[in-house]
């Protein structure tokens, strides 16, 4: 196992954990305003003295890679990879969607055969979303979806989807299918990162420290625009 540095800037909330062999051993979580470059550095400052107190080497560093805020990945991203650098780490890079599942299905009984649906708000009625199996499988990629009564009724007339994220509650009036379900409170969190990381530092999934880059909204739209030519 490994002790890893997680960060998570992706959204209004701003949060840094670390994890040891599975164990949750420091969490600092802060909410309501997107102040994380003035947050962030202190938050991870005081991550690595706890560790280096407690002589805990790192073996990696994980970070939210999007998509989302587009200051607040560039903000963690830029932290994981000074880290990574100043300490000779790995990086890590896990998927905001994907994590955004990790806390439900901890915490809520998510049936067998059921959809996970998490949603970033974009505007209006535009979320970011994707869909998982329960093992987070995906069953469809990141979309930038306008959600209308028809936008997941393919799936909603199979069985049952949960939605959840910052996206989720202003669209379940549109969406008002029998089969959807609203999961409220769900955050994107760094704590909610360690089995995600964990099976990646096993499976060596690394990122290259010098070139990577987080998966920006605005790169999504401009992909998807180009698809559209």
């Given at each position: 196992?490994?002790?890893i ?7 209004n909330v701003c949060s ?7 164990q949750?051993?420091?969490?600092q979580?802060?909410r309501g305003?997107m102040?994380h470059?003035e947050k ?9 003295s706890f560790?280096d107190?407690?002589a ?6 994980a ?16 932290m994981?990879k000074?880290?990574?650098?100043g300490?000779?780490l790995?990086?890590i890079s896990i998927?905001?969607l994907?994590?955004l599942?990790?806390g439900?299905?901890?915490?809520e009984?998510v ?7 998490p949603?970033?708000?974009a505007r ?5 979303a994707?869909?998982?199996?329960r093992?987070?499988k995906?069953?469809?990629s ?5 959600v209308s009564?028809d936008t ?7 069985g049952?989807v949960?939605?959840?994220g910052?996206g989720?509650a202003?669209c379940?009036d ?8 609203l ?6 969190l760094?704590?909610w ?7 990646r530092f096993?499976?060596?999934q690394f990122?290259?420290?010098a070139y990577?880059e987080p998966f ?8 998807a625009?180009?698809k559209?030519l």
């Amino acid at each position: 196992m490994a002790c890893i540095l997680h960060i998570e800037t992706s959204t209004n909330v701003c949060s840094v954990a670390v994890s040891e062999n599975g164990q949750c051993i420091f969490d600092q979580v802060e909410r309501g305003s997107m102040s994380h470059a003035e947050k962030l550095g202190t938050m991870v400052d005081e991550a690595l003295s706890f560790t280096d107190n407690h002589a805990i080497p790192f073996d990696a560093v994980a970070v939210s890679c999007g998509p989302g805020s587009y200051t607040g990945l560039r903000i963690g991203v830029s932290m994981a990879k000074g880290v990574c650098y100043g300490r000779d780490l790995k990086l890590i890079s896990i998927p905001t969607l994907e994590l955004l599942c990790v806390g439900p299905l901890l915490g809520e009984k998510v049936e067998e055969g059921a959809l996970l649906c998490p949603m970033l708000d974009a505007r209006r009625m535009e979320v970011y979303a994707a869909l998982y199996k329960r093992s987070l499988k995906p069953v469809r990629s990141v979309g930038a979806d306008v959600v209308s009564a028809d936008t997941y009724k393919e799936w909603l007339d199979k069985g049952h989807v949960y939605f959840f994220g910052n996206g989720a509650a202003k669209c379940m009036d549109v969406i008002a299918h029998p089969n959807a379900h609203l999961i409220e409170g769900v955050e994107p969190l760094a704590k909610w990162m360690m089995p995600l990381a964990e099976r990646r530092f096993l499976q060596e999934q690394f990122e290259d420290v010098a070139y990577f880059e987080p998966f920006y909204l605005k790169d999504f739209v401009a992909k998807a625009s180009k698809k559209l030519l």
